[in-house]
C-alpha cells in the first residue's frame, strides 16, 4: 500500500477522514399503508412513504426502518461504503503488483 493509501485506512479506523461515516447495504423507498381506518392516501392508494436499509447479517438479509432524518447521512455511509470497497480492491492490486516488482528485482532470471 501507499503512505497515502495508510493514511486513508488509519483516517477509517479511527472513525474520521472523507469516507466516514460508512455502511454497506441499500436504501430502499417504500409505500406502506397505515392503521388509520379514514386515511386518503391510503383509500387512494398513495399510501405513505417510509425508507427500509437492507443489508447481511451473519450470512442473513436483515430490513431495518429508517427515519426520515437519518435518510441522508445513510445515503452518504452506503456511498462511502462502496468508495471504500473500490479501493480495498485498488490496494489488493497494489499489493500484489508491488510483491511481483520486488520478485522481479530479486529473481532477474
Known sequence: MTD???KTL??????KGP???LAKGC????????IRPHCRACR???????FIF?????GK??????PKALVPALRQAIANGRKLEKKM???GEEMIRAHRRKQERKDPA
Do not use: T
Open 4 to 6: 497515502n493509501s495508510s
Open 44 to 50: 387512494d392508494g398513495r399510501k405513505h412513504k417510509a
Open 27 to 34: 436504501l430502499a423507498e417504500v409505500r406502506k399503508p397505515c
Open 10 to 15: 488509519h483516517d477509517l479506523l479511527k472513525g
Open 61 to 66: 438479509r436483515r430490513c431495518m426502518y429508517v
Open 19 to 21: 469516507l466516514w461515516p
Open 54 to 58: 437492507s443489508f447481511i447479517k451473519d
Open 89 to 91: 480492491v485498488q490496494w
